[in-house]
């Protein structure tokens, strides 16, 4: 496996990296350093993505034909709800704060490591233990109730192995709750001297900001699955209305986190792409206050509109309207953020190394996923779409097209940081514009359907909507060619790749000061800053061309 | 390079308790006590659910919440809530102890709290017995009699599950305490590291105050 590049003489910092310092499966498994643990969790992630990702590619064969085909009735049902189970709760809510979050918070702002190590690590073996219980469910038998759980189906109808998978989504919930509660504290305690709020990079805003809805929102979650399980196992009465329960209540407590749990996805994701905007734009961010403010405003604002996924529940008109109201209103601060960054990209000098073609895909995504959320936000165009591809392809867009897209720009970006190799630069970029050309592919032609009519879970449909979802289907090929580039090329640079320096990208910002991979304390001294974040001088932006030119 | 490593780690305070992310003790106490409130504000929303439930239910079926609430037993809830209260007290006298690095008076002050969160739970234990003889346990052989025979099961349901939980929240704490009666007994505590006890001490008085809310709103509604 060694090539000559592993025997080259090393540059001083070797012997002392953090993935070198200390051998063996136990110095992983009980370390404590914040690097290790979010190699883990990137190890533990991808892996469950495969898992979801096989499931999504079930759903998209079985929907290239008109009848059900390849799976019945009651096993399509199955496959979305595992693919809806293992990509929100062990994909989209950990990816970005557990793995780039974890790894690169404590850097950014100037400490050795998070302020709790060990309940960082206790995180990460939460999260397997619900995935542990997850894929038993998957393996006795599967669920079919949806990723919602609603009541009364999953607590009285429901034939399938509920329980196990509903109580995977409550432990993993936990792991978020640490970590977020782990970040917090880091925020307010762990800074360097001189390191201030206002001089924070957007990041870490955006994952303060996420990790204040992880806490105030994923306990709600977590008990209310706690009662669908008391309710099951034993018979108790929460939401059964043959004693006069309400199943409704079962969906404003559910969605009171579920609704917010989006913002943990796509918080994360902004904040990467404000990093990467400014780096590959050499300018100081356009607006860096509103950018900040704007990720705490989206975090509050989040948690009172969540009555929105239930227009057509049987709340009352008067809720839904203003369920609406205040749905508009969460529009303004995400599109801040979209109008600042495009304000930075102005006479930046702008490089398209493949993480900006992320942010570009980002960018994209996101506008058609938020814009189309407006139209979902309306009650009266809601009663036309709910329930069908439309709504699908509207999360699809924000939760994939934007979540995961920045959470791949993000592991391009520090990938030389997190490994001290450099990726292909070339394979990156390609493997951006299939994944972009992809998802697009797949989940467009979900809008026209899902206006047409189309319903969503169901296994079977009108033959006039073939040409659509075959299209749709042909994306996901191509998407799933984006999505496993990354996958061998980063593996590959392990092994083979250059070896990256300090700061490959003349990025600002303490993680680009310290050596490629960071030694185990990030820090021998700790930094003192001086300077605001993205201080990219215009003088540095012409070097950089030039470099970038010859 | 690994002179500086070893001048960085002699530069920090000889405690055998001080990790090493920490620039000083002063910033592992404020850090680790921020942890325990923000740990609390969580509970505070995973306890509020429950109250929601509660609070909309109790709202619908007022008449039900009522007539169920008398099978309970106010006597043994007042003396528990007595017995905990308590156990707060020497929870709060162990902290103050453990501030001036007596760690004799710390083991003897969560020996005592330990011993009375025991108590508490005994008490639960009799008065849930007491429940499945009277077929007050909701599911299949719920039995109240009367017009809200049917609500009261919802009123039931949070009895067990807000008590339960509750109780779940002592166990893990008693635990707890174990664990730093084992701590002080070894001498750990002096004036410059106590923070783990003032830890304790925050989890086991938010388990108190829970305590003091659900006595009220299970116990006294008439």
Known sequence: MSSAVNTLPMPENVGESYLTKGKGVMSWLLTKDHKRIALLYLLSITFMSLLGGFFAALIRLELITPGGDLLSAESYNKTFTMHG?????????????????????????????????????????????GAAFTLFSMLSGGVDTGWTFYTPYSSTYANSAVITAALGAFISGFSSILTGLNFIVTVHKMRAPGMTWFRLPLFVWAHYATALVQILGTPVVAMTILLVALERLFGFSFFN????????LFQHMFWFYSHPAVYIMILPAMGVISELVTCFSRKKVFGYSFIAMSSVSIAVIGFIIWGHHMYVSGQSVYAGMVFSILTFIVAIPSAVKVFNWTATLYKGSISYDAPMLYAFGFFGLFLIGGLTGLFCANVAVDLHIHDTYFIVAHFHYIMVGGAIMGYLGGLHFWWPKITGRTYPELAGRISAIFVFLGFNLTFFPQFLLGYLGMPRRYHAYPE???????????????????????????????????????NPWGAKGLEWTIPSPPPLENFTEIPIVTEEAYAYAPEEAEEHEVKHHV | MSSQVLDHSAAHPANPNFQ??????????????????????????????????????????????????????????????????????????????????????????????????????????????????????????????????????????????????????????????????????????????????????LYWHFVDIVWIFLFPMLYLIA
């Open chain 1, 85 to 129: 189970v293992i990509m929100v709760f062990f994909i989209l809510i950990p990816a970005t704060p557990a793995v780039l979050g974890n790894f690169l918070m404590p850097i950014m702002i100037g400490a050795r490591d998070l302020a709790l190590p060990r309940i960082n690590l206790l995180s990460w073996y939460i999260y397997v233990l």
């Open chain 1, 241 to 248: 209305p043959n004693t006069g329960g309400d199943p409704i």
């Open chain 1, 464 to 502: 006039e909507f073939q040409i659509l979802n075959m299209m749709s289907s042909a994306g996901a090929s191509v998407l799933a060619i984006g999505y496993t580039l990354p996958m061998i090329y980063f593996v590959w640079s392990l092994f083979a790749g250059p070896k990256a320096s300090a």
């Open chain 2, 20 to 201: 090493h992310q920490f620039e000083d003790l002063n910033q592992q106490y404020a850090s680790t006590t921020f942890g325990m409130w923000v740990f609390l504000v969580q509970e505070i929303l995973f306890f509020g659910a429950l109250f929601c439930a509660y609070a909309i239910y109790r709202a619908t079926y007022p008449e039900a919440y009522a007539a169920a609430s008398h099978h309970l037993d106010v006597t043994l809830g007042t003396f528990n809530t007595v017995v905990l209260i308590g156990s707060s007290l020497t929870m709060a006298l162990a902290v103050r102890c453990a501030q001036l690095g007596r760690n004799k008076g710390v083991l003897g002050y969560l020996f005592t709290t330990f011993m009375l969160g025991n108590v508490f739970l005994g008490v639960k234990v009799v008065e849930y017995s007491d429940k499945f003889k009277h077929h007050l346990v909701p599911g299949a052989n719920f039995y109240m009699g009367g017009p809200y025979n049917e609500q009261a099961q919802i009123y039931f349901s949070m009895y067990f599950a807000m008590t339960g939980m509750h109780a779940l929240h002592m166990i893990i704490g008693a635990g707890l305490l174990i664990f730093f009666m084992w701590k002080a007994y070894n001498n750990t505590y002096s004036t410059e590291y106590y923070g783990p006890i003032e830890i304790m001490g």
